[in-house]
């Protein structure tokens, strides 16, 4: 066969099969079969390919889906009480869901929480957020079952339209945690719907979605593999392989050694000899971004795949893939650890340099050392940093404070206290928590409470979390205060009692029974980039 043609692809002529086949496999270059792919996509147009179709055509992937949102009449408002939980008889179909919108009727911060639950009463995921009006929980990720939702919320709006009415629950334990099994006890006697809205985004959830509705047509292959060429048979694939790992992608979009992949094979045209197929493939690799790629493959009788022609099985972009992480914009605050002393001139060294380079997060590091919340050193503290910063500018805030406030002595305070009223460390927190959100409600806000030092107490003693300061209180009373205040606005709090810096390995790690070591920095930069993704890493498949 001659790879040679150059000429361009004539959209508007009524094309056969056996014509786009022969078109294909003789162009020159991997370009200029695009339109020729183009069209015999649409010449397949008939469920369930029609639906992936539509897919590809009409939907990007960057857009918002806002399925299974209900009708939403003017509303009621229902009182629930914030030690309440309620659970709702509807089903949301799995995918990856991005975010879940509720409508709250208070004027002033709550704290939200929701629940995703399978019809088997696992719960699947949890999310907590502090807001009023209509709140955002973001919750990004691959959920892979249908799901019903539970919320704690002291006040929000439902509907009683007739045909959205549902069920519900109101009989829970104390708190719902992922993992949790739960067995509701619906209703009968009444029916109301909260106004809620479940967002899904990226293709590859309405990939899985498809093949996993499509049975009688395509089978849904869940077996990682990391070679693209073994995914040749027609249906659904899951392509993934994690960055650092032994294994690497082979024959990838971008010849990218690593990522996640969602990837449907589309066959279109077959004969005794050989079989032609589309393979598209929607992805997630941090340095490169998001995008959707399509190859056109030609699959011989013995399996394997037709290499003749390189240039034809090549990837193409479908969409700019040069889209990167939503939430990227990263702004870290901290002391003398965040800063990465003693250590300041070597780049990188810092854990929260580190944390950036591993999650792919564009990070602006606001550290000082000797800075508490509420002590100063040079003329700063976390709130002079917080009320000196816009976070409107920033996706995500981290703050790590505490140690200094603990070594110098600062009145500890109790929950309730609010700076400047109260000249504690309460009060502190509470304080730099509400400004960024007053000035940011939309942000991501992560507190991440001190190591163990070893300058003070012994072993034994569980050296700086047990031993006592001038003040009456120890180290661990201040990763106590942090939770309190943080469980308090339901704000993400990293207890780091239990971590690489214990009893055991704190000598070793520490360069002056305070500050890491570089090698300490590494396992503190590795430790936190695995605590914080887990907030908000994007999902893996």
Known sequence: MVYRDETEFDSSKDWT?????????????????????????????????????????????????????????PGYSYNSGNSNWWAFEKYYTK????????????????????ALINRAGKVLSTQQITGNGTVEIPINEMIKDDFYLAIKAPSFKYTTNLKNSIRYSTTFPSDLNTGDIYTPIWKTDSVFTPVVEVVYTELSSLLYGLVDKSQNYLEIR?????????????????VSVDNGSDAVLKNAPENSEWGYYAVINIPFYEDQKMKFMFQIATTYVSDKGKGIYLRYLVVKSDGTIDGSNQTIRQWLPLLNNDIGFEK?????????ITAGHPYESETNIAWANQVGKHLNLNVTRGANNGSGYLFVNAGKSAITIVDST???????AILAFGTNDYGNNITLGKLGDNYPTNQTLYGAIDYVINKIYSSNPKITLILSTPINRSDHGTKAGGFGYGAINDKGYTL???????????????VICLDNRQSPFNVFSLNSLLVDNLHPTRDGYKVLGSYLSARIGAHIKPYKI
């Open 390 to 396: 816009d976070f409107t500018k920033y996706d995500i």
């Open 222 to 238: 869940q077996n990682k593999i990391t070679n693209f060429d073994d995914a040749i048979n027609p249906g659904g694939y899951w």
């Open 476 to 490: 661990s009373d201040v990763v106590d205060a942090e939770i309190e205040v943080a469980r308090k606005y339901g």
């Open 328 to 336: 990227n914009r990263v702004f870290i605050a901290g002391d003398s």
């Open 95 to 114: 995918g990856f869901i991005k975010k879940i919108k509720i409508t709250l009727t208070t004027s002033s911060d709550v704290s939200v929480k929701v």
């Open 17 to 73: 099969v056996d014509e786009l086949r022969q078109f294909i496999l003789e162009k020159k270059y991997g370009k200029d079969v695009r339109g020729a792919i183009a069209y015999a996509l649409a010449k397949v147009y008939s469920a369930p390919i029609g639906d992936m179709m539509n897919l590809i055509n009409q939907n990007s992937p960057y857009n918002e889906k806002k399925l299974n949102s209900i009708e939403k009449d």
